[in-house]
């Protein structure tokens, strides 16, 4: 949760429910955490003002309140007030305490079948209640349903309609989610309660740790959702085909909710505990008691995005192609190979790497607590006085530390220290002091450029971005290639490139001419060994997403982990001794380490975030990586931070709630270039290393994503 900003208001319905701070954000309006006069928590949605005077939208939100208000059942959060005539409109349901599914997901990981069962379970009956009342909820989601000790709820549901006809929609934009809108949304057919069913298969393939149509770009995940048929590898048996009835392409072919339950086997536990331990734990810590005082002001404000209700529904410009989401839901198990065992091979799918769900607390990032040896006063109250008033000067420093830092007087200098490294001779942290900024780059950055944003399918293509220019060069006639990677000597590059056949890693030549293909991969990026005669890439062996090293010149195959946890994102270290790689385990997704002295070794863990971490990226010295923590739509959404190698010293370079991810260092590793933007309209943006200097180098209409700088 976030404290209220300038112009937020302070109550709503006459100071009927007050409000103190704010939940989530999206395409409709601002949801806040609030209290009834009594002190029930509630959570509030007010409507953008600008849409009230949208011909029709108050008639459309009073029917769609209404219809909202008739939904019952065990499993939602129900509406309790609303006021459609309003300034702003409003609208009150009660508050779940408890992180949302994409939370639990993001730091327990899959679940086991007899929680997918009772999830299962509980979300088809809370489909029911909602279309029973005549409500389509559109936006079916893991960041839209609450987990609960009982059960989940489905929140955010019943008033998506609303928005039909507005400028939003007339403007191109869509309401749903990519990845969860089922075929007849994209190809503009008759919505009906069947879209629910089959957002309920894409929920329930997530919970199981698959990725039914990958990630990456919205217009690919789309295109497979309307012609391929869903990977429900990570999908139990027992529940595999349930989940691939609720995504048939036809929808009177999907089941409704209560054939669904009629068909569903529930496995209750004995104890009654639906949930995984480190579940039902995260489920327990979220009180809001602990959270709110009730008073008329807030207490401390929390970090930890878990304890919201979901923001509205996302409002999201569904066919243009979005950069590497760091990504969207949760990770994808796309295919690697013909068949396990077997060497290497063709993949289906378009695989564009990582999803990022949403979920996990965001740290606050801010400076730690004031250190050093306690003040010691004299005897008696004279010395108790001394004692205080020089605690008080202590905290007043802190307080002008603080300041000046944020004011930009004091600057953190990644490589003030030792060298370049920026670590004094005991590994503590830099000191602030100040510093010469440094001079922008002149060497160039590739990007991944869209150029038909309007399409319903991949156009993505390899640009190459000069320091001298505004607009980027294409470099290759490509259909939906992604994520460059430039080679060592700056000569050549690799990309990643998907079709129908599936994803395979290319390289070309530095002016866009040598084009040819390396080897079939599972989709995702790839990265070169610092000679540049090896690429590490992505491949499934025995349903798992795991490293593979390629030798460019004879595409010799090694595989390199082994592990049940899915990899993601490898980056070769310049001293060529190790990869760092995107790990999932049951904490999450994390940087690790893969020893290439010991590939077969347990790879060895580097950060620590209770959030996912991805995208990680070497410093020119080898001494830090720069890196994406968080997800969309949660907290600050993704940030992009910086750790050394050895995990210590672990703090943010960019935190906005603007969404950033995929960072890349400049040659001389003082600049950091990023992606910041919706997933649809990507741009590329750049800051020192000290944290100073930001500029945005997207500056045409083309969004820009995946940048390489070296």
Same mark, same amino acid.
């Given at each position: ?67 909202? /208000? ?90 998506? /309609? ?208 004031? @250190?050093? +040896? ?5 005897? @008696? ?13 202590? %905290? ?60 319903? #399918? $991949? ?20 259909? $939906? ?20 056949? !599936? ?22 990026? %790839? ?21 593979? %090293? ?13 592990? +049940? ?10 001293? !060529?001794?190790?990869?760092?790689? $995107?790990?999932?385990? +049951? ?7 893969? =020893? ?31 890196? #994406? ?27 906005? =709630? ?53």
């Amino acid at each position: 949760m976030k404290p209220l900003e300038a112009g937020d208001p302070a109550s709503v319905g006459d100071g009927k429910y007050r409000l103190v701070g704010r939940l989530g954000q999206g395409g409709m309006g601002v949801v806040y955490f609030g209290r009834s006069r009594s002190g029930r928590a509630v959570a509030v949605k007010v409507v953008r003002p600008e849409l009230s005077t949208e011909p029709g939208f108050r008639r459309r939100f009073a029917q769609e309140v209404a219809a909202a /208000r008739r939904v019952g059942g065990f499993h939602t959060a129900p509406v309790v007030d609303a006021d459609p005539e309003g300034v702003p409109a409003w609208l009150v349901t009660a508050y779940v305490p408890g992180p949302t599914l994409q939370a639990v997901l993001d730091q327990v990981g899959p679940l086991p079948m007899d929680t997918l069962t009772v999830l299962a379970a509980g979300l088809a009956e809370a489909l029911a209640a909602i279309h029973q009342a005549g409500v389509i909820h559109r936006d079916l989601k893991p960041a839209n349903i609450i987990i609960a000790e009982d059960g989940p709820r489905v929140i955010d549901f019943g008033i998506a /309609r609303a928005l039909d006809g507005t400028a939003l929609t007339q403007t191109g934009f869509q309401i749903g989610t990519p990845g969860f809108l089922a075929p007849e949304q994209l190809t503009g057919g008759a919505l009906t309660p069947a879209v629910d069913m089959f957002a309920l298969g894409v929920v329930l393939s997530q919970a199981a740790g698959g990725a039914p149509f990958g990630y990456g770009a919205s217009a690919a995940r789309h295109y497979r959702v309307v012609h391929e048929q869903p990977d429900l590898t990570g999908v139990p048996d027992q529940l595999r085909g349930l989940v691939a009835a609720c995504l048939a392409k036809d929808p009177r072919h999907r089941p409704g909710p209560l054939d669904f339950l009629n068909l569903l086997t529930v496995h209750h536990p004995p104890d009654g505990v639906w949930l995984p331990a480190e579940a039902t734990a995260l489920v327990r810590s979220q009180d809001p008691a602990t959270y709110f005082a009730p008073t008329d002001r807030p207490a401390a404000a929390p970090t930890d995005p878990r304890m919201a209700m979901s923001a509205p529904p996302t409002v999201t410009e569904g066919t243009a192609v979005s950069h590497q989401p760091r990504t969207v839901q949760s990770p994808p198990s796309s295919t690697f190979g013909p068949a396990p065992g077997s060497t290497f091979g063709p993949a289906p799918g378009f695989g564009l790497g990582p999803g990022q769900p949403p979920g996990g607390p965001v740290s606050p990032g801010g400076p730690g607590p004031v @250190g050093g +040896t306690p003040l010691v006063g004299g005897t @008696g109250p004279a010395g108790d006085s001394e004692s205080r008033r020089k605690r008080r000067a202590t %905290v007043a420093v802190a307080v002008l530390v603080a300041a000046a830092a944020a004011a930009g007087l004091l600057v953190w200098q990644p490589w003030a220290g030792s060298g370049r490294g920026g670590a004094s001779a005991n590994g503590s942290s830099p000191s602030p002091r100040h510093s010469t900024p440094a001079a922008f780059p002149d060497a160039s950055l590739l990007v991944r450029m869209d150029t038909d944003p309007g399409s319903s #399918t $991949c156009h993505s293509v390899i640009g190459r971005r000069d320091s001298t220019t505004d607009n980027p060069k294409q470099l290759i006639d490509g259909t $939906c290639d992604v994520l460059p990677q430039w080679a060592p000597d700056r000569k050549s590059f690799a990309f990643t490139r998907n079709s129908s056949q !599936g994803s395979a890693v290319w390289t070309a030549n530095a002016d866009g001419t040598g084009v040819r293909r390396i080897a079939a991969i599972s989709g995702g990026r %790839v990265s070169w060994s610092p000679d540049g005669r090896k690429l590490a890439v992505l491949g499934r062996r025995d349903g798992v997403q795991q490293l593979f %090293v390629v030798n460019v010149s004879d595409r010799s195959v090694q595989q390199l982990t082994t592990g +049940t946890g899915k990899v993601e994102d490898p980056a070769w270290s310049p001293d !060529g001794k190790h990869i760092a790689i $995107c790990l999932q385990k +049951t904490s999450g997704w994390q940087i690790h380490l893969v =020893d290439l002295s010991n590939p077969g070794g347990e790879p060895r863990q580097v950060t620590h975030q209770s959030r996912r971490a991805l995208d990680p990226v070497w410093s020119p010295d080898g001494k830090y990586f720069a890196y #994406t923590a968080g997800a969309p739509g949660v907290g600050t959404g993704g940030d992009i931070r910086v750790v050394r190698t050895d995990g210590t010293g672990d703090r943010p370079l960019v935190q906005t =709630d603007a969404q950033e991810m995929d960072p890349v260092w400049s040659p001389d590793g003082k600049w950091v270039a990023f992606v910041r933007g919706p997933f649809d309209t990507p741009a590329i943006w750049a800051i020192r290393a000290d944290g100073t200097g930001e500029r945005k180098l997207t500056t045409g209409s083309v969004p820009e994503g995946h940048p390489s700088w070296r």
